[in-house]
């Protein structure tokens, strides 16, 4: 995630929508540098952005009470504001920045057709998991409890900015525009390469039932963005 107390903006880092790679574009263009893919958390004196890569850890208490006092943030958010994670979604970010800041704030997030999130996460989630243990995708679909953590994106925003994964730059290129910001030279691929080569299209994947079960759980999701299989 990036908050940015000037501007204002929060960028909410969705699952499996190409987020880590924007995020580390939006950085690069808010505090200047390269995209960088690992990274510590990021603390300046108008934002912060958390840290991304392998082993990604916690705020400590002084990096929390750094953000605290340069946000200008209620003494009692402290402790919300240290188990603020780089997936946070906004029922962990409006506790600790507040309802105010969340209102008034530019929010951005990415967005991709769910029937291909899920099988990227699936291939994502088993990546080192032996085949032989793998469940099939369609066993492993009926479990996919992700459509709740996109429920906030479907609701009325005037305020909310949508990245597509499938028109990323374009997108990307626009918002930095409005922002008056300028664009580092490209943006970053991070995390690729991990969905197998004979899986090119991800309705390949899918049965009627599971189909049909994405269909229901995504309905909302679906409409807002016009997204089909």
Known sequence: MIVHYDIPLI???SFKTASTSTEAYLEAALWGGAPIHERDWHIEENGFCSARGAGTHSLTRSQALSILVRGKFPATSISRIRHLRHHSMPDEIIPALGQKFWNRSQKIVNVRN????????????FRDTPRAEVPSFDDWVFTFGFAPTLRWITEPDDRLNIIRYESLEADLTKLLKSLDLRPPASVPTFKTGIRPNDVPDYRS??????RAFMEECFKDYLDRFEYEF
């Open 11 to 13: 960028f909410v880092k």
């Open 114 to 125: 769910p029937f291909d999130i899920a099988v990227s996460f699936y291939f994502f989630q």
């Open 205 to 210: 994947m899918y049965t009627k039932e599971s």
